[in-house]
């Protein structure tokens, strides 16, 4: 009402306005002239209040031209037949004026309207498909309704073991008494949809989908329009299918998550199984010979079995160590403690610690000793020596030495150990260090690689195979040099 009142004013005021302009100009223009000029204030008056300003504005326009423009002036008499049918004509197309002016105003509002609506469906389309988390989307959901329908408060409730529990709201938020009201044995029903009722009250809207109902949207208060009404239900069965949506896309992470562990779980049990078998072999067939009271050992063979347990109990001892430490690493647990170490030196207590498994192997050393101290954790890159050289022993043949160089590449200092075994076929190559991975042929991938290429990697640096070259396979991995520019021998 007020829009149509300050229309009719604006269109009398410039009816008033350009009468009043156009009257020294009387003498020089016609009737049609001012008749035409007066157009402006009907086309105003639809403009600012719409049809009812526009006929007032007519009826302004009509006692202007009549008062000041037909003879006789300033009266609002018509003197002869022709001037009462300029008025009428006058009357008649200001009218259509107004008319078409109106379903112009009126045709460019719907435009506006819907493309304010396809804006806001725009909105939710994007929900759809952004990569988001149940939590983002149901913020952007209720901020969405909120901001785009202009309402007090948006809430949106979830089913939690049965209940339902809000999970983001916008706006004024619910209070205890508007929870309990939601309650079907609270005795204070709750209007249903998006049509009737009373501004300002509570109303429910479930978010639905082929499957089943997923939540409830809690709006205070409705939009003004119809339009905007029906709007808002499209709205909330669009956000339905997103949520239902970002909650599919959960339960597939979930589930291809679960899938990786167990599959991890598989492959863990099968390498432990496979690095342990052996050992264990080992030590039963010892310790079972050594038991057995018919059996007539030498002292020589007796010997021999305990060193065998002996080795082998170290063997596992190592293999257990090695991957207690790459899952406390992996986890965040064991951290890289760095020290400025001797290459040498780094060598020497790892063929201390191997040397009964190495028996009589003859390991040649290639380590100058002017390399300068490497900047590492002895502890690990020590057990990184132990399955490297533990895996050359095991694929080189009798009497064949395993040979264990140090040099400089570039600003890295490289270690290496080669055997003078079969060497890795070109199959396995690409997944040689991957963790837990057994190849049909009896390749060297195991737990040992994989726990070297784990701690190498802990430190910044890398490692890879090379063709040894007399024969057989070359690990070698690199070592950050110490800060400090004096050498350790």
């Known amino acids: 009402m007020r829009i149509k009142l300050l229309g009719s004013a604006i269109g009398v005021a410039t009816a008033i306005a350009l009468g009043a302009a156009m009257v020294p100009l009387r003498p020089h223009i016609s009737i049609a002239t001012a008749g035409l000029v007066l157009v402006v204030p009907v086309v105003a008056g639809v403009t600012a209040g719409g049809y009812p300003a526009g006929v007032v504005s007519v009826a302004a326009g009509f006692l202007v031209y009549d008062d000041l423009f037909i003879p006789p002036y300033n009266r609002l008499s018509v003197g002869t037949a022709q001037n009462w049918a300029v008025l009428g004509v006058y009357v008649v197309v200001m009218l259509l004026v107004a008319r078409v002016a109106a379903h112009l105003k009126d045709a460019r509002s719907d435009a506006q309207r819907r493309a304010e609506e396809f804006a806001r469906l725009f909105t939710v389309s994007e929900m759809l498909v952004e990569d988001s988390s149940i939590e983002e989307l149901l913020e952007t959901i209720v901020n969405a309704i909120w901001t785009a329908f202009e309402l007090e408060g948006v809430t949106l409730l979830l089913p939690v073991d049965g209940q339902l529990t809000v999970a983001a709201s916008a706006g004024v938020a619910m209070s205890e008494q508007d929870l309990h009201q939601l309650d079907p044995e609270s005795g204070m029903p709750v209007r249903v949809g998006v049509t009737g009722g009373e501004p300002g009250e509570l109303r429910a809207v479930a978010l639905s989908v082929m499957s089943g109902p997923l939540g409830m949207l809690v709006l205070r208060g409705l939009p003004a329009s119809a339009g905007d009404r029906d709007l808002l239900a499209t709205f909330a069965n669009q956000a339905a299918l997103a949520l239902e949506r970002t909650q599919l896309r959960a339960q597939a992470l979930r589930s291809e998550l679960l899938e990786r562990v167990e599959q991890v779980r598989r492959d863990l049990l099968g390498a432990v199984s496979h690095d342990l078998r052996t050992p264990l072999a080992t030590m039963k067939v010892a310790s079972s010979t050594l038991l057995d009271s018919e059996a007539t050992l030498s002292d020589a063979d007796a010997r021999e079995l305990y060193g065998l347990i002996d080795v082998q109990t170290d063997r596992l001892t190592r293999l257990v160590t090695s991957l207690l430490d790459m899952s406390r690493y992996q986890a965040g647990v064991l951290g890289v403690e760095r020290q400025p170490s001797a290459v040498l030196d780094l060598v020497g207590e790892a063929l201390a610690g191997l040397r009964p498994a190495l028996d009589d192997r003859e390991v040649n050393l290639e380590i100058p000793d002017w390399l300068p101290a490497v900047d590492v954790d002895p502890v690990l890159i020590g057990q990184v020596l132990a399955n490297l050289l533990d ?83 070359r690990f070698v991995f690199t070592m950050r040099v110490a800060a400090s520019e004096g050498r350790l021998g």
């Open 391 to 473: 895996n050359a022993n095991r694929h080189s043949p009798q009497g064949r030495p395993i040979c264990v160089a140090a040099a400089m590449r570039g600003d890295r200092v490289a270690l290496s150990v080669a055997d003078r075994g079969p060497g890795v076929p070109g199959g396995e190559r690409g997944s040689l260090f991957d963790s837990f991975v057994r190849f049909d042929t009896g390749g060297r991938a195991g737990l040992g690689l994989a726990i070297a290429k784990t701690f190498v990697e802990a430190h910044g640096e890398r490692i890879w195979l090379e063709d040894a070259p007399s024969g057989g396979a």
